[in-house]
T-cell receptor, first 115, second 112 residues
């Protein structure tokens, strides 16, 4: 069965450092997303990506965040200068988009700890 | 902005019991998703519904679009069903995005 893969599974970083979270979505999917879940809270939308550009971003997704799909397979989330409050589980997801409503496929998540 | 509410927040059951988790939302949607999150953190899709009812094994999901309400049922519950069950909705955006808005989740514990 096709799956979304994320690396690394866990990343610890110093405050102020840049981190890149990587995702390989399902290859023929058209819609890609990053979500995050702060410990004990609900999952929140960060950004959606379609046709090689951001289609929507949340208030959380400020100038410190960026996304790229550099080579047609990898989908990355970069945090330029991490803050303590960026500590969370980050999920990548993809949807096929071939029909109007499709199942969401999630990666296993990257747990980011900022110290 | 859609508000997604789940109840109960926590649910403890004995093995074999019939489980119901409820989800309501405030704004019209194009689809509703039931997701499962295990302690390790990964999220797995269980159902995607836009109308009616779906069944996979011991799991049944229903949705009432007019009442903006969905239920997830687990028949003959088992300890391996213990997880967080999350309701999430797609916006009624004409299919331009499909981003999900999540509920807080229901922590289900099934005791042997």
């Amino acid at each position: 069965e096709p799956e979304v893969t994320q690396t690394p599974s866990h990343q610890v970083t110093q405050m102020g450092q840049e981190v890149i979270l990587r995702c390989v979505p399902i290859s023929n999917h058209l819609y890609f997303y990053w979500y995050r879940q702060i410990l004990g809270q609900k999952v929140e939308f960060l950004v959606s990506f379609y046709n090689n550009e951001i289609s929507e971003k949340s208030e959380i997704f400020d100038d410190q965040f960026s996304v790229e799909r550099p080579d047609g397979s990898n989908f990355t989330l970069k945090i330029r200068s991490t803050k303590l409050e960026d500590s969370a589980m980050y999920f990548c997801a993809s949807m096929s988009g071939f029909v109007e409503n499709t199942e969401a496929f999630f990666g296993q998540g990257t747990r980011l700890t900022v110290v | 902005k859609n508000e997604v509410e789940q109840s109960p927040q926590n649910l403890t059951a004995q093995e074999g019991e019939f489980i119901t988790i409820n989800c309501s939302y405030s704004v019209g949607i194009s689809a509703l998703h039931w997701l499962q999150q295990h302690p390790g953190g990964g999220i797995v899709s269980l159902f995607m519904l836009s109308s009616g009812k779906k069944k996979h094994g011991r799991l049944i999901a229903t949705i009432n679009i007019q009442e903006k309400h969905s239920s997830l049922h687990i028949t003959a519950s088992h300890p391996r069903d213990s997880a967080v069950y999350i309701c999430a909705v797609n916006g009624d955006s004409g299919g331009s995005n499909y981003k999900l808005t999540f509920g807080k989740g229901t922590l289900l514990t099934v005791n042997p």
